[in-house]
């Protein structure tokens, strides 16, 4: 036969309770420790109050840093002190002369002929000549802006200043 056990009692720890309340009311009043309680009174809340980061940085996917990899340091590009603009002049400075060269002589090459086939049938477009949506709906020349759009996104030539403004 087994004993059966009395059931736990719940020890008493208003004592505990009581001692913790007061040494944090002491710790607050001394200012040692924050009120939260009256910072959420006077400002609406600690999370409503703190939104100062969200605002300066924008949210970037992940794999938007990946073209700026080869040309700006890590700890730099993910640092957040430097905005877009910013970082694409230190790609552009960062990309040799030797690479952007070839990048140009490439994409000159591979911009010539679709870029001659494009006007040639822009100019034997007849019908274009007297509709704009005909001109604009003509798919030799659309395969040969997309052929170029392509290499330039594919050989990048950066600039330190894109707009021309110094």
């Known amino acids: 036969m087994s004993k059966k056990q009395a ?3 719940t020890p008493d720890t208003s004592q505990f309770d009581n001692l ?5 009311e002491e710790s607050i009043s001394s200012g040692l420790v924050p009120d939260y309680n009256k910072i959420d009174e006077e400002a609406g809340g600690a999370i409503t109050s703190f939104q100062g980061a969200q605002g300066l940085y924008s949210i970037e996917k992940p794999d938007f840093y990946d073209a700026y990899e080869d040309y700006v340091d890590r700890n730099t ?3 957040g002190q430097f905005d877009v603009d910013a970082l694409n002049a230190i790609r552009a400075e960062n990309q040799s002369n030797w690479e952007q060269a070839g990048n140009a002589l490439g994409r000159l ?3 010539i002929v679709p870029q001659i086939i494009g006007s040639t049938a ?5 019908p274009g000549y007297f509709s704009a949506e005909e ?3 003509n798919s030799i020349v659309k395969r ?7 290499s330039n996104e594919a050989l990048p030539v950066y600039e330190e200043n894109p707009t021309g403004l110094s």
């Open 7 to 9: 059931p736990l009692k």
């Open 20 to 24: 913790v309340k007061k040494a944090q």
């Open 77 to 79: 590009l993910r640092g």
């Open 109 to 111: 090459a591979v911009n």
């Open 122 to 126: 822009a100019m034997l477009d007849l």
């Open 135 to 137: 001109a604009a709906n």
């Open 144 to 150: 040969a802006d997309s052929v170029k759009q392509a």
